[in-house]
Structures are given as structure tokens and as C-alpha cells.
């Protein structure tokens, strides 16, 4: 059983590893949506927490036929490829 999970982690790694790379020379869409900071939750008002949720129910009522990503870390630019933080 423990091979079966060290392959799935390794699996896991190897796939983020993939789309960090395609992440880094795309631009936001209706699919991707990359967020610089982090939300606040610590010491911040309801709407600030509340953030987050707004941004998954607007990539989840977009009609769409492939999967969408919210990005936490990458800084989008004009000029690629994007900055992860």
C-alpha cells in the first residue's frame, strides 16, 4: 500500500509541476484566475473574509468545458512570464 501512495504523491507532484509551467506563460481567463496575495482572514472584516468565497462561486456559475483554476501566488503580467511568489 505504501508504494501505491508514494506513486500517487509522485503522480501529484509530477502534474503540478506541469501546469505550474503552463501557469507561468498563460494570462488570466474564464478558466484561470491567478491572485497575488493570499486572502486575508486574520483580523479582517467579514467582507475581506468573504473574498474568497466570491471568487469560487464566480469561476462556478461560468458555463465552461474545461476546469478552472484559482491561482494563489502568481502575479499576472502583460510581459511573461509571470511572477510566482
Do not use: H
Amino acid at each position: 500500500m505504501n508504494n501505491l501512495l508514494s506513486l500517487c504523491v509522485y503522480y501529484v507532484e509530477i502534474m503540478y509541476d506541469l501546469l505550474l509551467d503552463q501557469w507561468l506563460y498563460a494570462s488570466e481567463s474564464d478558466s484561470l484566475d491567478f491572485k497575488r496575495d493570499q486572502y486575508n482572514f486574520i483580523k479582517a472584516s467579514d467582507d475581506e473574509k468573504s473574498e474568497l468565497l466570491k471568487d469560487i462561486l464566480a469561476m462556478i456559475n461560468s458555463w465552461r468545458t474545461v476546469d478552472a483554476y484559482l491561482v494563489i501566488g502568481i502575479e499576472d503580467r502583460q510581459e511573461k512570464p509571470n511572477i510566482l511568489l
